[in-house]
């Protein structure tokens, strides 16, 4: 499943980020900064990491915009 999944991602032009510590995550701008500052836009995101790491590093404020809907 991970073999095909990442032949899908490099055949559609995505790009896997490996040994990358993610620092923040900007939904409402759909990008990603790594803990050594370099910035990363992205269409969709697949997180293959743990979901606490997740949750935070995902900015606070674009979540409740998001779920109030003043996501502009």
Known sequence: ????MTNF??????EILTDTSVSRV??????????GG??????KLV???DQKTFYAAVAADA?????????T
Do not use: F, V
Not at 9 to 14: A, C, D, H, K, N
Not at 26 to 35: E, F, H, W
Not at 38 to 43: P, Q, R, S, T
């Open 1 to 4: 499943m991970a073999e095909a």
């Open 47 to 49: 997180w293959a990491a």
């Open 63 to 71: 979540i409740h915009k998001k779920m109030k809907g003043t996501d």
């Open 26 to 35: 900007d939904t409402n701008n759909k990008q990603l900064y790594s803990a």
């Open 9 to 14: 991602i490099m055949r559609s032009s995505g």
């Open 38 to 43: 370099d910035c990363y836009n992205y269409k």
